[in-house]
């Protein structure tokens, strides 16, 4: 009898490496699926899908038995910043970040064609706001120019949106959604790019509808053992063998 628990891989940039901190969208799914799976993340600061293509054999190695049931591929926000300005060594061409976006899914699907996967959009850029972080760290040696813009990162943006449409994938398109909201810049982004608690449960919120279309919402997952309340004080047994006989 396999208890083990599905897994679900958060595969990303700083966004995803930061998501289990207080509030983070990452520890509230491992909250949700609290006994049904265990999230797992692989979130690298700093990486692009240039870098992240070194990581597949390492995280995902082909020929293993033990391939998570879900994975979010979350990247972009340092595929785009702008050549010739600072950061720009984190730089992919749209055309290239489309083509390792598709690398990624298809060495995935090769670890396990029933995976799950699940592309993100990388989330809209406060051009002010990234202005206004570079000056509290740097003060009048802050660059002039944000190393990112919305409008270029909207562009990584849709070619992911068009890669999961090619490739029939969800895709959570995090760019688009964000900005349905007045206020956005504020209310998700905490220093224009990384997510405050409200970006995090818009992230949340996203991905686990993706999931829930999947079937693969909390409520349609067993628990792994039985609940206290059917456990009986004089004979815990019971409980457990009828769990053996379910499975």
């Known amino acids: 009898m396999d208890l083990t628990r599905p897994r679900f891989v958060l595969f990303g940039d700083s966004i995803t490496e930061q998501s289990f ?17 265990d999230i797992i993340v692989r ?11 070194f990581l597949l054999n390492h995280i995902f190695p082909l020929n293993c038995n033990d391939t998570p049931a879900v994975t979010t591929i979350f990247f972009g926000a340092n595929d785009a910043v702008i050549l010739g300005r600072t950061s720009e060594k984190q730089h992919v061409p749209v055309e290239e ?3 390792n976006l598709r690398k990624i899914v298809h060495h995935l699907k090769e670890c396990s064609p029933t995976m799950l996967v699940i592309l993100i959009t990388p989330p809209p850029v406060d051009e002010d706001g ?16 944000p190393e990112r813009t919305n409008e270029i990162t909207g562009i990584y943006a849709s070619n992911c949106v068009e890669l999961a449409q090619e490739l029939s994938l969800p895709c959570v398109d995090m760019w688009s959604r964000m900005q349905e909201t007045v206020g956005w810049q504020k209310k998700f982004l905490s220093d ?10 818009a992230v949340f919120n996203e991905v686990g509808r993706a999931l829930k279309n999947a079937g693969l919402s909390p409520e349609a ?27």
Do not use: C, V
């Open 21 to 37: 901190r207080p509030g983070g969208w990452g520890a509230a799914l491992a909250n949700s699926y609290a006994r049904k799976a």
């Open 97 to 99: 970040y489309k083509q």
């Open 130 to 145: 990234r202005n206004e972080y570079a000056r509290s760290l740097y003060g009048d040696k802050a660059r002039e120019l």
């Open 192 to 201: 224009g790019l990384h997510l405050t608690p409200e970006g995090n449960d």
């Open 43 to 53: 979130g690298y600061g700093g990486y692009n899908t240039r870098w992240a293509l």
């Open 221 to 247: 997952l067993p628990s792994d053992f039985p609940h206290h309340s059917q456990i009986e004080g004089k004979h815990p047994g019971k409980a457990f063998e009828a769990s053996e006989h379910r499975d």
